[in-house]
C-alpha cells in the first residue's frame, strides 16, 4: 500500500504561536481514504529546509502533502523549495498566471510583483484549481513521489482537497474499503471498551477513536475482500452491544446539535437552571443555528438565594438535603419547568472544584461531584448523581455532555415526533 | 546560535486522532529560551523512522527534543530508535533501574518485563529524572547533537523540562536575552499595529503576536548587548502607544480571570444578562476558580418575552427600537442591576448569524451586528455597537471578550480598591 507523509510551512509553526490544524486534518483524510501516513514534518519558511523535508519525505512517501508558503509575499518560498528538491527551474507556468491575472482583475487589482510571483511554478509542474482564494496550487514530482502544495489557509486547504477526492479514491484501488461510524454517550469509554470486547465481527477492522470530552466517536475501517459487508456486519454488532448509548450526529456536529434538532422536530422546548456548569449548558444550546425556536431562557442561579428568588426553591430543602443532592437539583429543574412553561427543564449543581463545597452543618461536597436533573412535563423527573475526578474544566464539560445525553435518551424514548 | 528540532512519537500523531499540543509548548518554551527551532516531526511508533528523523534534524540542530514512546508497552520503540540513531546497543542502565524498580514499589507492584524495558537505554546514555510518572526520561547523544528524551504525558514533559531549565538558560550564554509580555484587548488587532508602528525603541526587537480570540498577547524578544534595558524600553513605549488597552493577567490567565480578580478585590459583584452570547459570559465567569463570591445570577434570556419576564423590561421599548439596539441592551443591563441588586450588570444581544434577525416592520438586523452594555449602580450605563465579520462561534466568543474588556476598563478608572 502507497504511503503519504505531510509537510507543513511556516515560520509560525516553529514557534507555538498557533497550534495547527491543518496536519491533523489532512492526516484524517488521508486515514479515510485508506492511505496511512508516515511523518508529518514542520518547517519555517526557508526554501532549503522546505527541499530538505520533501526529498527527506520523498523516499518513503508515494505522495507528499504540503501547506503553507505560496501567498505572494517574499516570505513565501514553497515555490523555490519545491523547484530546489524537483531539480527544475521555476518558469512562468500560463494556467497559473492566467488564474492569478483573472482572480486579481476580478476584485479590480492589477497583479504586482507578488503575485506575478505566485505564476512561477516548477517546470513540467502543473496547477491545483484554487476555488476559495487567489493562490493556484502545485502538482509536481520529487523523486518516485508525487507532491501536492495547497495554501495555508485551512477553508482553501479544505475545498482544494475535496476536489482532489474523486481521484483520491482511486489510489487505493484493487483494495475494497469501507468506513463506518458511530457516536456513544452517557457511558464511561472504559465501559464502551468492555461491552464491545470479544465482538467476533470486529476481526480484521481497524477501530479509531476519536474522544471529544463526553462524547466518544469510534470509526471502524475496513480493508479487503468483503469490506463493506464486514464493515456493516461489525457496525450493527456493535451497535446491538452499545444500545441506547449509540447515536448519529450529522458530520460536524455534536450532541447539543442532536438535542437540539430532536427539540426543534417535536415543536418542544427547553429551559436551563444552572448552578455549577455556570451557563455551559445555555452556551452550549445557543452555539447551535437556530436555538432561538426551542431554548427562550436560561438561569445561573450560581447563588444559593439566587436558586430560591428565581426558581421558587424552598430555603428549607436545601438546607436539608445540601446544595449539592439530589433533591435540590430535582427542585432545581422542577422550578425552571414551572416558572419557564417550557416542555422540559434541565438543572446542574455540583462541586466543580479545585476546592469541596463547605455548608455548615454537613460533610463538605467533594471537587467533582455532581447533580443532574432533567423535569418534563407529565414525567418523572430523571437525576443522574457522577462523582468525576478531573479539573474544574473538565468536570463542567463531561458533566454538560452527560445532561444533554439524559435529554437525548429522553427524546429517543418517547413517541417519534408525528 | 545553536538551534533546536522536535520530534514527536506516536501513531496516533499520524492519523489525526488527536491535535499534539506538547510541539507547540515546545516551541514556545525554546523561543523564550532564546533557541530557535529549525523544524518538528511527527513519526509513528516505528524504531526506523525514529532514528531517520533524529539523524535528520541531527544534521542542522545542536539539541534535538522528542517526546513520546518511552513507555512499558511494546508500541514504545523510541529507546530502540535512538540507540539506532545514536549507533549503540541498548543496555540496561542502573540509574534508570532503579528509579523505575523504586516507582513501581512505592506504588505496590513488581516491575514485569515492560517496564524492564523502560530501564534498557543506549550505551552511554543519561536519565533524566521524571519526577510526575514511572517513565524516565534520556539524554543521549546522536551525531553531535545533543538528544533530549521526554514522555508524551503533557504534565510529565512539563516537569521534565522545567527541570532542564537552569541548564537551559546556559544554552546561549553569552547572548544577552530579554523578554516581556503585554496583554491587548478592546481595540482591533489593525488598531494595535497602527498605534505601534514607528516606536523607535522596537527596533532590533523580536515581536511575537499570539492571538486568543479579541485578547492579543504581544512578547518582546531582545538578544544581544543591553538586552534588558532595551525590552524594558520598548515595552514602556509600547505601553504609552496603547495606553488603557493594556492589562496584567497572572501568566495562563485571561481576560474573565483579570475581571473576577478585579470584582473580588474590591468586593463588587456583576450579574449578566444575555442575549446573542448565550451563556457564554456566565460561563466565562464561572470558569474562573471562585467566581461564586463576585457572581450571584446570570439570565440567558434569549426569547424578546423572556427579556420583558424576567429583566421588566417595557415591550414597547423593545418594539419602539428592536430587539438589537442601544435601548434595549442598556434596559437588559439595567433591568438586571435593579433584579440582582449587584453593583454591576453586563448585557448582551446581537445577530450571531448565520441569519439575520427579522422583526416585523424593522430592517434586518444584519449577522455580526452586536450591541454590549454595562450598568454600574450610581453612574452612567456604558454602551458599545459592534459590527463584526466573523463566523456564529467567533462573533459570540469576540463579543464575549469586549463585554469583559468594559468591565475591566470600568474597574481600572474607578478608585483603587481600599
Known sequence: MSRAAIVLVGDELLTGTRVDTNGPW???????????VSEVRYVGDDAEQIADALLGCARRAARIFLTGGIGPTDDDVTRDGLARAAGRPLVENEDA?????????????????????????PEGARVLVNEAGVAPGIRCDVGDATVF??????????????????EAEQWQAGTERATRTLWIAGI???????????????????IASYPHTGELELVLYARGDGAAPRAAAAESAMRERLGAAVYDPVPGERIEHVVVRALTKRGASIATAES???GLLARMLTRVPGASAVFPI??????????????????????????????????????????????LALASTGA???????????????PGRVCLALAQAGAETRILTLDLPFSRELVQRYAAVRAFDMVRRALARAAPPP
Do not use: C
Open 26 to 36: 489532512l492526516a484524517r483524510q488521508l486515514r479515510e481514504l485508506g492511505v496511512d
Open 97 to 121: 498566471w492566467q488564474i492569478v491575472d483573472a482572480k486579481l482583475r476580478g476584485r479590480g487589482r492589477e497583479p504586482g510583483r507578488g503575485e506575478r510571483r505566485q505564476a512561477l511554478l
Open 149 to 166: 502544495v495547497f495554501p495555508g489557509v485551512p477553508h482553501e486547504l479544505q475545498m482544494m482537497f475535496d476536489s482532489l477526492r474523486a
Open 188 to 206: 464511561p469509554e472504559s465501559e464502551t471498551a468492555e461491552r464491545i470486547a470479544n465482538i467476533e465481527e470486529l476481526e480484521g477492522i481497524d
Open 276 to 278: 455549577f456548569t455556570g
Open 298 to 343: 436560561g438561569w445561573v442561579t450560581y447563588a444559593v438565594e439566587e436558586k430560591v428568588a428565581r426558581l421558587g426553591l424552598d430555603a428549607a430543602l436545601i438546607a436539608a438535603h445540601g446544595v449539592v443532592s439530589a433533591e435540590t437539583v430535582a427542585a432545581m429543574a422542577e422550578g425552571a419547568l414551572r416558572t419557564a412553561g417550557t416542555d
Open 352 to 366: 466543580a472544584g479545585p476546592d469541596p463545597i463547605e455548608e455548615a452543618g454537613r460533610s463538605p461536597v467533594p
